[in-house]
C-alpha cells in the first residue's frame, strides 16, 4: 500500500527542525503528489506559530514554492488546537478561510480559552499522575473534539486519542456527518490496529500522515500500511491511497 500525499508536514514556523523549502524538497525529492504545510496554532506552549498571522505568511512562502516546484502540489494549512470545551480552536475563522486546509486537533500543552477550561486542560497534563480523573477527562476531550468537527468542519483530526483519550464511537459520528478524515499518525505510530478496526467498522474515513518534523521524515507512513493492512481496512475508505481507482478524490474541502 502507498500513499500520494501526506498533509501533516511541521516547519522552524512552529516546532519543526527545518524550513518550509527544506520540507518541501523532500516531498518533491521522494515523488509525491501532495502536501501540506501544517504548523501548529499559536497557542500551543512554546512551539506554536508566533501569531496566527503567520499561517499567512507561510503560505506566500508555499505561493513562491509552487512555481519552483511544479508537478507537486503545495497546500498551506494549520494544525489548529482545541483550546476550549466547546470546542473552540486557536485560529481566527477568518484565517482559517484563507487557508487550503484545517487539521483540529487536541494537545494537552495549550493556552486554554477561558478559566472554565483550565481544569480540563490541567487534568490532561497530569492524567497520568491522577487516573481516577480518566473517565471525566475522556468525556471532556470527546466533547472538546466533536464540538470542534461540528463547528469548523476540519478535513482532518490529528491523532485522535493519543496522550488524551477519547470516546471512538461519539468522534466517529461526527466525522461522518461532517466528512471529516480520520488521521493515522505515522510519526507517532498512532493509534493501533484494534482502534483502527472499530473506526474504520464505523464507516469513518481515513488519512495517513507523517507529522514529520524532519525532511527525512516526509512521507514516511509505512506505519500506515501496516495498520491498515492489519485491521484489514478496505482501500476506497484510505483517502490518500496511491491506487487510483479507489482514492484521488480531493481532500481540500471548499470554504
Ligand atoms: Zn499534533
Ligand atoms: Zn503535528
Same mark, same amino acid.
Given at each position: 500500500?502507498?500513499?500520494?500525499?501526506?498533509?501533516? #508536514?511541521?516547519?522552524?514556523?512552529?516546532?519543526?527542525?527545518?524550513?518550509?523549502?527544506?520540507?518541501?524538497?523532500?516531498?518533491?525529492?521522494?515523488? *509525491?503528489?501532495?502536501?501540506?504545510?501544517?504548523?501548529?496554532?499559536?497557542?500551543?506552549?512554546?512551539?506554536?506559530?508566533?501569531?496566527?498571522?503567520?499561517?499567512?505568511?507561510?503560505?506566500?512562502?508555499?505561493?513562491? #514554492?509552487?512555481?519552483?516546484?511544479?508537478? #507537486?502540489?503545495?497546500?498551506?494549512?494549520?494544525?489548529?488546537?482545541?483550546?476550549?470545551?466547546?470546542?473552540?480552536?486557536?485560529?481566527?475563522?477568518?484565517?482559517?478561510?484563507?487557508?487550503?486546509? *484545517? %487539521?483540529?486537533?487536541?494537545?494537552?500543552?495549550?493556552?486554554?480559552?477561558?478559566?472554565?477550561?483550565?481544569?480540563?486542560? #490541567?487534568?490532561?497534563?497530569?492524567?497520568?499522575?491522577?487516573?481516577?480523573?480518566?473517565?471525566?477527562?475522556?468525556?471532556?476531550?470527546? @466533547?472538546?473534539?466533536?464540538?470542534?468537527?461540528?463547528?469548523?468542519?476540519?478535513?482532518?483530526?490529528?491523532?485522535?486519542?493519543?496522550?488524551?483519550? %477519547? /470516546?471512538?464511537?461519539?468522534?466517529?459520528?461526527?466525522?461522518?456527518?461532517?466528512?471529516?478524515?480520520?488521521?493515522? /499518525?505515522?510519526?507517532?505510530?498512532?493509534?493501533?490496529?484494534?482502534?483502527?478496526?472499530?473506526?474504520?467498522?464505523?464507516?469513518?474515513?481515513?488519512?495517513?500522515?507523517?507529522?514529520?518534523?524532519?525532511?527525512?521524515?516526509?512521507?514516511?507512513?509505512?506505519?500506515?500500511?501496516?495498520?491498515?493492512?492489519?485491521?484489514?481496512?478496505?482501500?476506497?475508505?484510505?483517502? /490518500? %491511497?496511491?491506487?487510483?481507482?479507489?482514492?484521488?478524490?480531493? %481532500?481540500? @474541502?471548499?470554504?
Amino acid at each position: 500500500m502507498e500513499f500520494y500525499g501526506d498533509y501533516h #508536514l511541521h516547519s522552524t514556523y512552529s516546532d519543526g527542525h527545518s524550513s518550509v523549502e527544506e520540507m518541501v524538497k523532500a516531498a518533491s525529492g521522494i515523488g *509525491l503528489e501532495e502536501i501540506c504545510l501544517a504548523d501548529h496554532g499559536p497557542r500551543n506552549f512554546a512551539v506554536g506559530v508566533e501569531s496566527a498571522q503567520t499561517l499567512l505568511q507561510i503560505k506566500e512562502e508555499i505561493k513562491a #514554492l509552487r512555481e519552483k516546484y511544479t508537478g #507537486l502540489q503545495i497546500y498551506a494549512g494549520v494544525e489548529a488546537n482545541i483550546i476550549s470545551l466547546d470546542g473552540q480552536l486557536d485560529v481566527e475563522r477568518e484565517i482559517i478561510e484563507k487557508l487550503d486546509l *484545517l %487539521i483540529a486537533g487536541l494537545h494537552s500543552y495549550v493556552w486554554p480559552e477561558g478559566f472554565g477550561d483550565v481544569p480540563w486542560i #490541567l487534568g490532561n497534563q497530569v492524567a497520568k499522575v491522577f487516573p481516577l480523573q480518566k473517565k471525566w477527562l475522556q468525556n471532556a476531550n470527546t @466533547k472538546a473534539l466533536v464540538e470542534a468537527i461540528y463547528r469548523y468542519e476540519p478535513e482532518i483530526i490529528s491523532h485522535p486519542g493519543l496522550k488524551m483519550e %477519547i /470516546n471512538i464511537a461519539e468522534v466517529a459520528k461526527a466525522c461522518l456527518a461532517k466528512e471529516t478524515l480520520w488521521e493515522i /499518525n505515522a510519526g507517532h505510530k498512532h493509534p493501533g490496529y484494534k482502534e483502527v478496526r472499530e473506526i474504520a467498522r464505523r464507516g469513518v474515513e481515513f488519512v495517513v500522515n507523517s507529522d514529520a518534523h524532519f525532511p527525512e521524515s516526509v512521507g514516511a507512513l509505512e506505519y500506515g500500511a501496516w495498520v491498515l493492512e492489519k485491521a484489514g481496512v478496505p482501500a476506497p475508505q484510505i483517502r /490518500n %491511497i496511491k491506487e487510483k481507482e479507489h482514492g484521488h478524490e480531493n %481532500i481540500i @474541502k471548499i470554504r
